[in-house]
């Protein structure tokens, strides 16, 4: 899942534990998330709020990120979610890496409250991705996203 270098280091040198936070407050905030899905579309740092694995990987095509505005609002109208490999409930995907025939993805389930991974066939998964990717209006300009953490407290302590 991470992107690394040829002799298997991180690439981009972001601390590990940067990660793991993310993923932790993504999987114990997500109902929160979604439930302010609206607030985070309208204002755009939170839109383009950057999660690590909020990405799509197509082999020779490239890696595209999808901010975090597009994940919630697809997760609020039930799209990008995949069966839970844990708990056999609906889990939310975060990004995917792979082929049509065969690809990963990475999510995080409301019910174990965790990220969660699995493997899935066929385009449907893969082309909602491509649909958020292209829906993201990521040429919108160079606005620095915030942190998943700076957009929890953001939502949280203003108006
Ligand atoms: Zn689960």
Redesign the pocket.
Known sequence: MFQRHSKGRLANAEPFDQVMEENDLLAKNLEFLVDNARRIVEDPRLYHCRLHFGFLSLPRLGSWQIPLGRLVSSWQQGGLMAG?P??G?R?CVVGASGLLGAFRWWGV?P??RAV?RGRGRGPSLLWQLIEARIRSGASAGPLPGLTVSQALFRLAYTP
């Open positions: 839970c844990r708990c409930g889990a389930c019910e174990c969660v």
